[in-house]
C-alpha cells in the first residue's frame, strides 16, 4: 500500500499567516493527488485535485504545489473560516490512501 | 446537480453483517465512467477508503478489510451497496458514500455520511 505520511499533525496560526500542509508519498504517486477540508459534523470537502488544480468555488487564497514526492497545500492569507482539518489523498494506485490529517486552528 | 446519501441500521451487534445504501441523482452508474466509493470515519478519527463500484461492475477493495467487504449497485434505482460482514466494534463510524468518474476519481461530491454504530 502507499503510505501518505501528512504533516503537521496540527498546526496553530494566525489570521493573515501562510499556512502550508504537506503530504509525502511512499511511492511514485504522479499528480494523482487531491486535498480535502473537514469541519466539524460535516462531510469532507475537495480543495485541491491532480495535486494542482483548484476545485470550482474554492478560494484562490488556496493552492497546491509538487516537488517530487511531497505534495503540500498552501493558504496564502489564513482566515478564520479556514480552520479545519485538512486530509490529502491519492488516488493513484488501490488501496486508495488518505493522510492523517492535519487540525488547523487559529492562535 | 449531483446529490448522494447514505442510510443505514444505525446500531447492530457485534458479529452481525452492516448493509449500507448510498441513493444519488446527478448521475447513472450505468453511464460510461460512473462509479462510487465507500468512506469511512471513525468518531474523531482519519478517513478511510473502503470500496469503489464501477459503470462496468468492476470493483476495488481494501485489502485490510477486503475478506469481509462487499460492494454492489442497482442501476435502476440509482443505489450503491456496501456490505460488511462480522462486524465488531472497530467498525463503529461514519460511513459515506462519494462519486468518482474516470476523469475525476478524486472524491468531488459526497453524501452527509451515515453513523454506525456497532455495540452488544
Known amino acids: 500500500d502507499i503510505q501518505m505520511t501528512q504533516s503537521p499533525s496540527s498546526l496553530s496560526a494566525s489570521l493573515g499567516d501562510r499556512v502550508t500542509i504537506t503530504c509525502r508519498a511512499s511511492?511514485?504517486?504522479?499528480?494523482?493527488l487531491s486535498w480535502f477540508q473537514q469541519k466539524p459534523g460535516k462531510s469532507p470537502r475537495l480543495m485541491i485535485y491532480?495535486?494542482?488544480n483548484l476545485e470550482d468555488g474554492v478560494p484562490s487564497r488556496f493552492s497546491g504545489s509538487r516537488s517530487g514526492s511531497d505534495y503540500s497545500l498552501t493558504i496564502s492569507s489564513l482566515e478564520s473560516e479556514d480552520t479545519a482539518i485538512y486530509y490529502c489523498l491519492q488516488y493513484d494506485k488501490y488501496p486508495n490512501t488518505f493522510g492523517a490529517g492535519t487540525k488547523l486552528e487559529l492562535k | 446537480q449531483v446529490t448522494l446519501k447514505e442510510s443505514g441500521p444505525g446500531i447492530l451487534q457485534p458479529s452481525q453483517t452492516l448493509s449500507l445504501t448510498c441513493t444519488f441523482s446527478g448521475f447513472s452508474l450505468s453511464t460510461y465512467g460512473m462509479g462510487v466509493g465507500w468512506i469511512r470515519q471513525p468518531s474523531g478519527k482519519g478517513l478511510e477508503w473502503l470500496a469503489n463500484i464501477w459503470w462496468d461492475d468492476d470493483k476495488y477493495y481494501n485489502p485490510s478489510l477486503k475478506n469481509r467487504l462487499t460492494i454492489s449497485k442497482d442501476t435502476s434505482n440509482n443505489q450503491a451497496f456496501l456490505k460488511i460482514t462480522n462486524v465488531d466494534t472497530a467498525d463503529t463510524a461514519t460511513y459515506y458514500c462519494?462519486?468518482?468518474?474516470?476523469?475525476?476519481?478524486?472524491?468531488?461530491?459526497w453524501g452527509q455520511g451515515t453513523l454506525v454504530t456497532v455495540s452488544s
Open positions: 491532480g495535486a494542482t
Open positions: 462519494a462519486r468518482i468518474t474516470i476523469a475525476a476519481p478524486w472524491f468531488a461530491y
Open positions: 511511492q511514485d504517486i504522479g499528480n494523482y
